[in-house]
T-cell receptor, first 118, second 114 residues
């Protein structure tokens, strides 16, 4: 069964450094997402991406964040200058894109990347 | 605004007994409701969803959930719990006319006791 994959599984970085988290969505999916989960808190939406542009983003997704689909398979989340409060588990998800990606689509999640900012 | 509440942080049940994991939601519009399960060091795995139609939906691993519009609930159930069901369960909602993103509850840790 196709799966969303993410690398690395754990990333440790110094405050102020840039990090890139990588995801390979399910191959025939058209919508891509990033969520994060700070330890002990709920999973929060960051951004959705369709047709090579951001379709929605949350208040969390400020100018420090960017997303890109650099080729036909990868989907990346870049944090330009990490802060301590960026430490979290970051989940990538993808969905098929039926009905414009809305409503009935199921989002399938990757295993996550644990980001630790020191 | 959309929100999901999972009132129980922890649910313990004996193996073989029925289990229920509770979820209530608040949306402005028609809800689409989802359950995901998270095993240690794994991502969120889709279990089931309610979009429309029959209020009782069946999903993976013998789980089912009942949509109750009047009580704004979508409780997850299984007739006979297995030790392997022990995991973290998340309820999520999105609005049929709204954005793509899911709103998650805080999660309920289910422990099935042998």
């Amino acid at each position: 069964e196709p799966e969303v994959t993410q690398t690395p599984s754990h990333q440790v970085t110094q405050m102020g450094q840039e990090v890139i988290l990588r995801c390979v969505p399910i191959s025939n999916h058209l919508y891509f997402y990033w969520y994060r989960q700070i330890l002990g808190q709920k999973v929060e939406f960051l951004v959705s991406f369709y047709n090579n542009e951001i379709s929605e983003k949350s208040e969390i997704f400020d100018d420090q964040f960017s997303v890109e689909r650099p080729d036909g398979s990868n989907f990346t989340l870049k944090i330009r200058s990490t802060k301590l409060e960026d430490s979290a588990m970051y989940f990538c998800a993808s969905s098929l894109g039926l009905a414009g990606g809305r409503g009935t689509d199921t989002q399938y999640f990757g295993p996550g990347t644990r980001l630790t900012v020191l | 605004a959309q929100s999901v509440a999972q009132p129980e942080d922890q649910v313990n049940v004996a193996e073989g007994n029925p289990l229920t994991v509770k979820c209530t939601y608040s949306v402005s519009g028609n809800p689409y409701l989802f359950w995901y399960v998270q095993y240690p060091n794994r991502g969120l795995q889709f279990l089931l969803k309610y979009i429309t139609g029959d209020n009782l939906v069946k999903g993976s691993y013998g789980f089912e959930a009942e949509f109750n519009k009047s009580q704004t609930s979508f409780h997850l159930k299984k007739p006979s719990a297995l030790v392997s069901d022990s995991a973290l369960y998340f309820c999520a909602v999105r609005v049929s006319t709204g954005a793509n993103n899911l709103f998650f509850g805080t999660g309920t840790r289910l422990t099935v006791i042998p």
